[in-house]
């Protein structure tokens, strides 16, 4: 401890430094206010022991601005006074004094209220030091939860836009969500759609949500089945999780009629199916445990069909809404839910949300609390897949003789490499379609000479393909040959294909009609132009590409 | 290319689900899935979700399902195509023969 003495008096200073030090204090000395405040500055005091009448700058004026040069810790300014008079007394305290020290000095009192004052400014040094602290911490957990705020806000953010027929409505019970909303689009055209709700909440319950959207995400993309996307999730968060965490979810896939649609359900409360007018038409129970409980042999898969009609929905909530309290430990409960969604008050989510809220009254939000309103209406998504396409024109032939047409199924292998030009990627399933057709054709009728009409019963129909493979694997002579040529000019892919049969000009007419079956008319709705040669072994098909 | 089928636990519903290319190469698996469908009177549910390729061929084992199980089964439904997959059966009218989602 440092303590400043000013007084004008040299004797007062000389006795005060001596008793001071002799109780181990160090001591600077000044003789008016204005040094006083010079002197401040050169050793910092921890108590000033303050005359009030001294030239220059007397101790009423210099004492507030002492005090104003250690606005952060408590500085103990002690005045030194001959005076008694009640006025001059309460003046020393109004400019900021803290004590007196009276004329002339007592050694034992004045190391009482040296001690005494030390203490309050120890003490106070500790809690400044601490606030200092606290607000060091504060300052980085603040700059933690931007950043994972940031992560957050990347990992789950819309990767499109979410249709119109579905209203959600999430409040977190604070500044991290430990429940979790999640779509994604399947690639027939529907939407895939997870409403989640981990252990607890705030960051400890968001934290599951990253890996958690991952996988959804990956696994939509891969155009799984709810089970098997739940399948995935369970086993990544039993994986990750602590043992007493869990995400309890309902996995759905609405199809793009929006009518049919397939649901996991693992946890959460009951979700319904809600008509026009509110009434319950079927109530989906959870059938399974949350995701991340059941190791993965355990886990189970089953899935809940549901068929509806357009006019209908499908609420799904999480327990923070039914369990939601009010000042009488009331729960509001699933029967005011859905007496809400009936009465003719009811707009939108937040309706909802306001009526929890006015139901717990006072009381803080206890849990996340999220809603999600499916009007199973068409969705009507927006494609996807670009239209920008390779400026190379590419051509591939293959040559198959008999021996190649034994042993090998040609069509998918082709179909790869003709995909892998940039923008036909999205059209291998019609040009699957057409090249199998032809190829099909010519082997079956041109080289195997096989005849369609067989197929015409369901027993001739397992004939046919016994028959061809009887023949084919006997098969010593024959050839295809085929082509694929992509024209970048006209965005189009033309295929010829040309066996090594009589042609179907050269059968007879009622055989002839096995050209003109299932696969020859699909054929034509799909491709641009189909078109045989006079002789009949010989095909040409061009599909264009900027079709459907 | 693969084919697996499942029977729920209640015997209301029968899957099927093809995998990859649905061709002539699933004739004979095709049509064992499901002669043995038992006598439960099941809704069949050929699930589409991971058949990348069809063809015509496919479109026959479908028709001949539907001849060979008739009033057997309580409907059959033809579930999750993927949109190419999905206008190649409405090309050949199949909407008007089955369910279609």
Same mark, same amino acid.
């Given at each position: ?31 008016? @206010? ?34 104003a ?25 109004q400019?900021?004094g ?15 209220k040296?001690? %005494? ?33 940031h ?13 119109e ?17 999640l ?6 055209? @529907?939407l895939?759609?997870? /409403? ?9 319950? %968001? ?14 993309n891969?155009?799984?089945?709810v089970?098997d996307?739940?399948?995935?999730l ?17 996995? &759905?896939?609405?199809?793009s009629?929006?009518?049919?649609i ?43 069909y549901?068929?509806?009609?357009s006019?209908?929905?499908? &609420? &799904? ?8 309290e ?13 007496d ?14 306001d009526?929890?809220?006015?139901f ?5 939000q ?12 068409? /969705? ?10 390779s400026?190379?024109?590419i ?28 923008g036909?990627?999205q ?38 393909y016994?028959?061809r493979?009887?023949l084919?694997r006997?098969?010593?002579? @024959?050839s ?21 049969g ?12 096995m ?6 008319? &699909?054929?034509?709705?799909i ?6 040669n006079e ?7 061009v ?6 | ?23 002539f ?10 002669t ?38 309580s409907?059959?439904?033809i ?23």
């Amino acid at each position: 401890m440092h303590v400043l003495v000013v007084d004008d008096q040299a004797l007062n200073r000389t006795l005060l430094r001596y008793m001071l030090e002799q109780e181990g204090y160090g001591v600077s000395e000044a003789c008016d @206010g204005q040094q006083a405040l010079t002197e401040f500055d050169n050793c910092s005091p921890d108590i000033i022991l303050l005359d009030v009448v001294m030239p220059v700058m007397d101790g009423y004026e210099v004492a507030p601005l002492l005090k104003a040069k250690s606005q952060d810790v408590y500085l103990p300014i002690i005045f030194i006074t001959a005076l008694e008079d009640q006025a001059s007394l309460l003046k020393c305290l109004q400019v900021g004094g803290d004590d007196f020290l009276n004329k002339p000095f007592d050694q034992v009192i004045l190391s009482a209220k040296i001690k %005494a004052h030390s203490r309050t400014r120890e003490l106070s040094i500790k809690s400044y030091e601490q606030n200092r602290q606290l607000a060091y911490h504060q300052l980085q957990t603040e700059r933690e939860h931007e950043l994972v705020e940031h992560i957050f806000d990347n990992a789950l953010k819309e990767r499109f836009a979410i249709p119109e027929s579905i209203e959600f409505h999430m409040s977190p019970a604070s500044m991290f969500n430990g429940d979790l909303f999640l779509t994604a689009p399947s690639r027939s055209g @529907g939407l895939y759609l997870m /409403l989640g709700d981990f252990t607890g909440h705030g960051l400890a319950a %968001a934290i599951g949500a990253l890996p958690a959207s991952k996988v959804f995400y990956t696994m939509a993309n891969k155009g799984l089945s709810v089970g098997d996307i739940a399948a995935e999730l369970n086993t990544v968060l039993c994986e990750l999780l602590p043992g007493n965490m869990f995400c309890a979810a309902n996995i &759905l896939e609405i199809s793009s009629s929006g009518r049919a649609i397939s649901a996991w359900l693992g946890g959460l409360p009951d979700s319904y199916l809600l008509t026009p007018c509110g009434e319950v038409e079927a109530v989906l129970t959870s059938q399974h445990m949350a995701l991340g409980i059941l190791e993965s042999y355990e886990f189970e898969r089953d899935t809940r069909y549901i068929e509806t009609s357009s006019e209908n929905r499908l &609420l &799904l909530y999480t327990d923070g809404v039914v369990e939601a309290e009010n000042a009488q430990n009331e729960y509001f409960g699933e029967q005011r839910l859905l007496d809400i969604l009936k009465s003719t008050h009811y707009k939108n989510l937040e309706s909802i949300v306001d009526a929890v809220n006015t139901f717990s009254g006072a009381a803080d939000q206890q849990d996340d609390l999220s809603l999600v309103l499916i009007k199973c209406a068409p /969705l009507d998504l927006p494609a996807t897949h670009s239209k920008r396409f390779s400026s190379t024109p590419i051509k591939i032939k293959l040559s198959l003789n008999a021996k190649l047409l034994r042993d090998s199924d040609p069509v998918l292998e082709f179909i790869n490499t003709i995909s892998a030009v940039e923008g036909v990627e999205q059209h291998r399933s019609n040009l699957f379609l057409l090249l199998s057709e032809m190829y099909n054709n010519a082997l079956d009728h041109g080289v195997l000479g096989l005849e369609s009409s067989m197929k015409d019963s369901e027993d001739g129909f397992i004939e046919y393909y016994e028959k061809r493979e009887q023949l084919l694997r006997e098969l010593s002579s @024959g050839s295809i040959d085929m082509m694929a040529e992509f024209e970048p000019e006209q965005s189009q892919i033309r295929f010829k294909i040309k066996d090594s049969g009589q042609g179907f000009a050269a059968v007879k007419k009622a055989d002839a009609d096995m050209f003109h079956g299932r696969g020859i008319s &699909l054929m034509k709705e799909i491709a641009s132009s189909v078109r045989y040669n006079e002789k009949g072994n010989q095909l040409e098909v061009v599909y264009n590409l900027l079709d459907s | 290319m693969s084919l697996t089928k499942s029977m729920s636990s209640d015997g209301k519903l029968f899957t099927i689900e093809i995998k990859g290319k649905f061709d002539f190469n699933l004739v004979q698996a095709f049509r064992s899935a499901y002669t043995e469908i038992g006598d439960s009177s099941p809704k069949v549910i050929v699930d589409l979700r991971e058949t990348d390729y069809m063809d015509s061929s496919a479109l026959g084992m479908l028709l001949n399902m539907k001849k060979s199980l008739g009033d057997s089964v309580s409907g059959i439904q033809i579930a999750n195509c993927r949109p190419q997959i999905k206008k190649i059966l409405q090309i050949s009218r199949f909407d008007k023969k089955f369910d279609i989602d």
